[in-house]
Each structure stands twice: as C-alpha cells, then as structure tokens.
T-cell receptor, first 113, second 112 residues
Framework: KQEVTQIPAALSVPEGENLVLNCSFTDSAIYNLQWFRQDPGKGLTSLLLIQSSQREQTSGRLNASLDKSSGRSTLYIAASQPGDSATYLCAVISQTGFQKLVFGTGTRLLVSP | SQTIHQWPATLVQPVGSPLSLECTVEGTSNPNLYWYRQAAGRGLQLLFYSIGIGQISSEVPQNLSASRPQDRQFILSSKKLLLSDSGFYLC???????????FGNGTRLTVT
C-alpha cells in the first residue's frame, strides 16, 4: 500500500527566504507525482506535475524534483512571499491498482512579512 | 481548462438527516471523477471514483454513497448522517493519467 509522508508538518520563515519542502513515498512504481497548494477553507490548486520519467519541473519561483528510486521529491520555493502562505500537499499515482492519487498530510507554510 | 463547481460551500446538518452534495464539471468531457474527504488534521481520503456514467467504485466502507447520473455530474449522498461524517468534502476531475487533477472549492459539512 502506497504511503506518502511530508516533512516538516509546519514551517515558518521570513519573507525572502528560499525554502524546501520534502515528500517521500513508499512504493517507487508511480506514474507521476503532483504538488498542490491549499489555501484555508479552499480546494486544491495544482502547482506542478512530474512524470515518472522526469527529474524536475519548474514554474516561476517553484521547482519540484523527483528521485523515484529513493521515493523522494522536493518542492523548492525561491524568494518566498507572504502570498505563498498555504498548505502544500504532494500526491502520487501508483502503477498498481486504480490510478488514484494518494496524498501526504501536507506542510503548512507561513511566510512573515 | 476544467472548472469544478461544488455546492453548497457550507452545510450544517443534524445527525440522522439525509445528505446530497453535488459536483459539476465544465471544460472537459468523459472525465474521471472523484470524491475526497479531508478531516481536521488528516490527509485527503479518497471516498469514491467514477470512470463513466453509472460506474462508481468505493474505496472505503462507510455511510455514504455516490452516483453519476450524467457525464459531468457527480453526487455524494447519505440516507442518515453520522457525527463522523463531518469534514471537508472535495470533488475532483481528471483526464489522462499524466494530466493534473482539478479540484472544486469543497463543501464544509458539520454534523451536529
């Protein structure tokens, strides 16, 4: 059974810092890994999707990497801003069973001005 | 791009009352549809998924059911709510395996 873990559970940084969020998964047989952002009381917004054959994806100040063999992904946020404050979730689609996303419990990020 | 509509945004229901949450999708056809629940302090739990009209699969045994009467409509129901049904319910839509999953804004359900 696929399990996804995110560390840290919460993170507080001053504005302007670069930061890294971590995600690990137990079964390396995945189709892809996705990073989402969730604002309080809202749904999820897709940030980046990395296919199993890819090593990284970039969008603006966000860069996500994938090391499938070790079951790890990182989300790098450059020059953090208060507007980046949210919960960040990673999720994977396993190659076994139905193609469903299995989510981690998220990292709650607070960027202070 | 896809837009997922969910309503209502918030709902307070007494124990034992029925439930119907609706989700509709715009901007795509024949999507895979999903119902997730997010309990306080916990991750997202997949409740149901559907690959087509009338085709529903349940992930966990529970007090809820789902139906897909139209291609882009997904309904979550219960005949009698339990306190443990409280949570944040999210509808999601996806197409190809390597395309992002799109989420609605969710329904906050409180069972009292």
């Amino acid at each position: 059974k696929q399990e996804v873990t995110q560390i840290p559970a919460a993170l507080s940084v001053p504005e302007g810092e670069n930061l890294v969020l971590n995600c690990s998964f137990t079964d390396s047989a995945i189709y892809n890994l996705q990073w989402f952002r969730q604002d309080p009381g809202k749904g999820l917004t897709s940030l980046l999707l990395i296919q199993s054959s890819q090593r990284e994806q970039t969008s603006g100040r966000l860069n996500a990497s994938l090391d499938k063999s070790s079951g790890r992904s990182t989300l790098y946020i450059a020059a953090s801003q208060p507007g980046d404050s949210a919960t960040y979730l990673c999720a994977v689609i396993s190659q076994t069973g139905f193609q469903k996303l299995v989510f981690g419990t998220g990292t709650r990020l607070l960027v202070s001005p | 791009s896809q837009t997922i509509h969910q309503w209502p945004a918030t709902l307070v229901q007494p124990v034992g009352s029925p439930l119907s949450l609706e989700c509709t999708v715009e901007g795509t056809s024949n999507p895979n549809l999903y119902w997730y629940r997010q309990a306080a302090g916990r991750g997202l739990q997949l409740l149901f998924y559907s690959i087509g009209i009338g085709q529903i699969s349940s992930e966990v045994p529970q007090n809820l059911s789902a139906s897909r009467p139209q291609d882009r409509q997904f309904i979550l129901s219960s005949k009698k709510l339990l306190l443990s049904d409280s949570g944040f319910y999210l509808c999601a839509s996806g197409r190809e395996i390597n395309s992002p999953l799109h989420f609605g804004n969710g329904t906050r359900l409180t069972v009292t």
